[in-house]
Nanobody
Framework: QVQLVESGGGVVQPGGSLRLSCAAS????????MGWYRQAPGKERELVAG???????NYADSVKGRFTISRDNAKNTVYLQMNSLKPEDTAAYYC???????????????WGQGTLVTVSS
């Protein structure tokens, strides 16, 4: 069974930084796209950033120039470096991966449990 474990959330003042990590474990053969989503109270979940297996990245307009997504394939881990944080970045952040297990040729999607980021003075 494959699972994702997220870490790195917390409370930070406006202008501060946080680094989120999401590690996959289990019967993984390969991981394709990795991404981070967020959901603020009363709002729909939205894509924050994504990174392909070929390390092509994409970002929501609201975080471009402030957030950086990266991956470590040897550790099956995706990171989100968040700088110049704003109160509107406050949300639960979820990682997401499309992976292929050792038991199947199909790619499946899995979500992390979420980590809370609060930006407040």
């Amino acid at each position: 069974q494959v699972q994702l474990v997220e870490s790195g959330g917390g409370v930070v003042q406006p202008g501060g930084s946080l680094r989120l990590s999401c590690a996959a474990s289990g019967s993984i053969f390969s991981i394709a796209t990795m991404g981070w989503y967020r959901q603020a109270p009363g709002k729909e979940r939205e894509l924050v950033a994504g990174i392909t297996a070929g390390t092509i990245t994409n970002y929501a307009d609201s975080v471009k120039g402030r957030f950086t997504i990266s991956r470590d394939n040897a550790k099956n881990t995706v990171y989100l470096q968040m700088n110049s944080l704003k109160p509107e970045d406050t949300a639960a952040y979820y990682c997401n991966m499309w992976y292929r297990s050792t038991r199947s040729s199909d790619y499946l999607r899995i979500w992390g449990q979420g980590t809370l980021v609060t930006v407040s003075s």
